[in-house]
């Protein structure tokens, strides 16, 4: 079945640095996917998605390319801050003929960023 | 907008009561919502797929007759977790599904509420 693959963790950066994030990805169709980031405490947050091969999503700094050759839609940020320490979670979502919506979650990476 | 509440935020209950946890989307209608469970430092593990008017439709290895859902509205679902034992601790998390406007930005996104920690002693 479908599944998703994230590096593991934690990952802790000074700020300022460079991040990447990898996640790689199996799916039988043409899977839409995204990047969510839970904070401490709370639900998670969509930060970004890309629905068809080349695509790239941003928000906030973070981008990520849908990269169909390589199967993987890899998160990157050039400068981190404090403030974006979370967990964050790569995901995929089949929005083919069946589009039922499900999301198929990475296991999560936390990211912690020292001032 | 597109906001999902969740109640309560943390419950502790007995072993062996029942629990309800509610989910609803404040400002838009969601024919359907997900429930996932989130163990600590793990990922969300899809639970049930909740759809108005209709049921729900479970993930292998789920109890139906355990986590109990009811879609009776298009902003409400609830999730039963009955007879509660201390492995089913965990963080329950749902999310609806904007089915708005076709082709409008938020067109088949899910939103995720803030989840409810459940600890059964």
């Known amino acids: 079945g479908d599944s998703v693959t994230q590096m593991e963790g934690p990952v802790t950066l000074s700020e300022e640095a460079f991040l990447t994030i990898n996640c790689t990805y199996t799916?039988?169709?043409?899977?839409?996917l995204f990047w969510y980031v839970q904070y401490p405490g709370e639900g998670l947050q969509l930060l970004l998605k890309?629905?068809?091969?080349?695509d790239k999503g941003s928000n906030k700094g973070f981008e990520a390319t849908y990269r169909k050759e390589t199967t993987s839609f890899h998160l990157e940020k050039g400068s981190v801050q404090v403030s974006d320490s979370a967990v964050y979670f790569c995901?995929?979502?089949?929005?083919?003929?069946?589009?039922?919506?499900?999301?198929?979650f990475g296991q999560g990476t936390t990211l912690q960023v020292k001032p | 907008g597109a906001v999902v509440s969740q109640h309560p935020s943390r419950v502790i209950c007995k072993s062996g009561t029942s629990v309800k946890i509610e989910c609803r989307s404040l400002?838009?209608?969601?024919?359907?919502m997900f429930w996932y469970r989130q163990f600590p430092k793990q990922s969300l593990m899809l639970m049930a797929t909740?759809?108005?008017?209709?049921?729900?439709?479970?993930e292998q290895g789920v109890e139906k007759d355990k986590f109990l859902i009811n879609h009776a509205s298009l902003t409400l679902s609830t999730l039963t977790v009955t007879s509660a034992h201390p492995e089913d601790s965990s963080f329950y998390i749902c999310?609806?599904?904007?089915?708005?406007?076709?082709?409008?930005?938020?067109?088949?996104?899910?939103?995720f509420g803030p989840g409810t920690r459940l600890t059964v002693l």
């Open positions: 995901a995929l979502s089949d929005m083919g003929s069946s589009n039922t919506g499900k999301l198929i």
């Open positions: 799916a039988t169709g043409y899977p839409s």
């Open positions: 890309a629905t068809k091969a080349d």
């Open positions: 909740s759809n108005e008017g209709s049921k729900a439709t479970y």
């Open positions: 999310s609806a599904r904007d089915m708005g406007l076709a082709g409008g930005p938020l067109y088949n996104e899910q939103f």
């Open positions: 400002d838009f209608q969601a024919t359907t």
